[in-house]
């Protein structure tokens, strides 16, 4: 089986803090049901966007690339892709942010949610919003044996 996704180094991303100021990215969205989505569509809309980045020369180094996901509801996720410059479709994200890394399903976002907010407690600092990371697709995270995420806190 051919590796799709790139290999994560935790390190990079744990317990640090980025500041983003109009930070590129495109955007899709996906119906989900209950926060959970649709896998098969959510490849679909990756490689699309993929395309559109690839096509406008906006790809980042593949150790910098982030697709992060965002719920603002229980029946709708959006999918923010990362990209060197603005192009069409542009998203912007700007703020302060805190990661986390963890290790785990799917399903345990949750926890993991919980335990962020008693880190970021612990630095005098409350979450507005979160932006999940995932590092692996599926397949992947079953050959490495992880399946990690970042979590995203805007603070």
Known sequence: M??????????RWDKKEFKWKDKPFIKET??????????PMIGKKIMKMWNIVKEAKA???IKEWLVLFHDPSPFKSEIYMMTTKP???AAYISG??????FDGPYNAIPKF????EKYLSKKGKKAKDYYVH??????????SGHNYMILFAEV
Request: proline fraction near 17%; aromatic fraction near 14%; glycine fraction near 0%.
């Open 30 to 39: 996906v119906p989900t049901l209950f926060h959970i989505p649709f896998p």
């Open 134 to 143: 995932y590092a692996y697709c599926p397949k992947c995270a079953k050959k």
């Open 87 to 89: 192009i069409d479709n």
């Open 2 to 11: 051919k590796e799709c996704c790139p290999e994560f180094d935790p390190k």
């Open 113 to 116: 949610i919980k335990e962020m």
């Open 59 to 61: 790809e980042p180094p």
């Open 96 to 101: 302060t942010f805190q990661a986390k890394v």
